[in-house]
């Protein structure tokens, strides 16, 4: 969803697992297949098919959400403290928001929390946290349990129950694990599961709390998004660049009242 609709319509669009930019997010999960029982395995066809039955059913309408955490401990003194910010990467807005012709959205999180949480009760399954970041090699053992389906429980529990099951056994190692090449996001996320075909829609009411407007960002959009928060308590400031480093666009009076 674009900044100015996002703010219009006060909802904020949690987006398809599959649809991220991280290939362990986006491809097919593979799957051996193990047993404690000495069970048969049947033939190639069928470890396929399980395989992609399981990958499928994680990924398929698992809906994400993703943040940048600031870095702690915070001074309050904005001059330290700009380079611990969330909104303050240059790769992120170069990658995430056109090449720093877009804005970045700043909730509050406790806010933010009680909203989704009330808003995707049961059937609904809603996970966050922060992301770890780990490398894994192919042969690593560490999280062969998560890749692997056991067809003594599978066969016991039915399709149904044993997903639930894997899911909640492996969903950090699996959800919530990037490999340390993304650390610098510092990202915290929400997992929402569910078999609902339609966008999953947050209503944030007051949980937005700031707009940070990309050093290259159009100002037509800026005063569009500034007419439409003038009321609603949403505080709103650039982000400029000299030499080599980043600063609030303080000179522009169209930012009056900003706090970060």
Not at 182 to 201: A, H, K, T
Request: with cysteine.
């Amino acid at each position: 969803m674009h900044t100015k609709v996002i703010v219009k319509t006060r909802n904020f669009r949690f987006g398809r697992y599959i649809e991220t930019n991280d290939p362990k997010e986006t491809k097919d999960w593979t799957f051996d297949l193990g047993t404690n029982e000495n069970a048969k395995f049947g033939s190639y066809g069928e470890w396929q098919a399980q395989s992609r039955w399981l990958s499928d059913k994680l990924k398929s309408n698992t809906r994400i959400a993703c943040f940048s955490l600031d870095t702690p401990p915070l001074t309050g003194n904005h001059i330290e403290d700009i380079f611990k910010r969330g909104f303050c990467k240059p790769r992120m807005w170069a990658q995430y928001a056109g090449r720093h012709k877009g804005a970045c959205l700043i909730f509050d999180f406790q806010r933010f929390k009680q909203l989704v949480e009330a808003q995707f009760p049961a059937p609904f399954l809603v996970m966050s946290g922060p992301v770890n970041y780990a490398d894994r090699p192919i042969f690593s053992r560490d999280d062969e349990s998560a890749y692997t389906i056991n067809i003594d429980y599978l066969r016991r529990l039915g399709e149904t129950q044993y997903f639930k099951s894997h899911l909640l056994t492996f969903y950090k190692c699996m959800f919530f694990e990037k490999m340390t090449d993304w650390q610098g996001e510092r990202e915290f996320r929400w997992i929402i599961f569910s078999d609902q075909q339609e966008d999953l829609l947050v209503k944030f009411g007051n949980s937005l709390v700031g707009i940070m407007f990309g050093a290259d960002c159009d100002q037509s959009e800026v005063n569009d998004i500034l007419t439409t928060t003038s009321q609603i308590g949403v505080t709103c400031t650039g982000l400029k660049w000299k030499n080599c480093s980043p600063w609030y666009d303080f000179g522009n009076l169209k930012y009056i009242g900003f706090k970060p």
